[in-house]
């Protein structure tokens, strides 16, 4: 058995992570939406904001 | 042969519900530390053995639970073999390919040297039997850059544990130990150590 051992790799990014696991994109996103973390499409991650509110679409500036 | 895959650890523990908070803290704790999790969990037919043996050759590192050694409830009452069988051959693995690294935990002090006395020399992980246990004993087994400390571990094992009516209800499943459950949890777990543990 292998004695106390240090690890060196990289953690791998949500979205490799998810393709690794076989999860496809839209159920991973459902996950990560459901513990509260976003995922940009460079795989980053980041927290929801508490303060977030209403969506991209309803926060788009429409002329007058 | 497939390349072992630095990230990839088989998981080698007991599917059954008296099990599941280990089960969850083993998804978390090996999550905090950047792993991403393989079981057998639905592999199935008559090429499973080969399909097992695939997937500890895809792993540079493997965690053998040892812990669960009584009989089960249901008739015939049986000892579980398959988790010392996939111990033996990932040791048989791991002597012809010395990169990859293998661990034994258990949650009794010195009872492995009874049910396993060919480990003899071997000093396996004891969990107590408890989510905080494996948790130590998983930073006890490994030692990495920004290590996660056990309170970190802790934090996000309880957001797992409270999301996961939500994960079986996604995943249409009644069982934790279903291979769509658990690629889900291990997802979430990836996703909580984004929340809780630092990076750098």
């Not at chain 1, 904001?49 to 788009?60: E, L």
């Not at chain 2, 056990?150 to 995943?171: C, E, F, G, S, W």
Request: with cysteine; glycine share 6%; aromatic share 8%.
């Amino acid at each position: 058995m292998a004695r106390r051992t240090r690890l060196e790799f990289e953690p791998l990014s949500l979205e490799e992570t998810a393709r690794q696991l076989g999860v496809p994109r839209r159920r991973a996103k459902r996950i990560l939406a459901l513990v509260g973390v976003k995922s940009d499409s460079k795989g980053r991650t980041g927290r929801v904001s508490k303060h977030r509110v209403g969506s991209a679409k309803s926060a788009r500036v429409t002329k007058a | 042969m497939p390349r072992s895959n630095p990230q990839r650890v088989f998981l080698n523990i007991p599917y059954d519900q008296r099990f599941e908070p280990l089960y969850l803290a083993y998804i978390t704790a090996l999550s905090a530390m950047g792993f991403l999790p393989q079981a057998t969990l639905g592999i199935a037919g008559n090429r499973r053995l080969d399909r097992i043996v695939l997937l500890i050759e895809s792993c540079s590192y493997s965690i053998h639970d040892l812990s669960r050694v009584q009989l089960d409830r249901h008739a015939p009452r049986t000892p579980r073999f398959n988790m010392p069988f996939e111990l033996g051959l990932t040791v048989a693995w791991a002597r012809a390919n010395p990169d990859h690294k293998w661990f034994v935990f258990e949650s009794v002090t010195r009872r492995l040297a009874k049910s396993m006395s060919d480990l003899d020399g071997t000093d396996p992980y004891i969990h107590d039997g408890t989510v905080r246990g494996v948790m130590r004993e998983m930073g006890n087994a490994f030692v990495r850059p920004h290590q996660p400390t056990v309170p970190q571990m802790t934090k996000m094992y309880r957001d797992l544990r409270r999301d996961v009516p939500k994960i079986l209800h996604n995943a249409g499943a009644r069982s934790l130990f279903t291979a769509r459950a658990f690629s889900d949890l291990c997802l979430a777990a990836a996703a909580l150590r984004s929340k809780y543990v630092r990076r750098r």
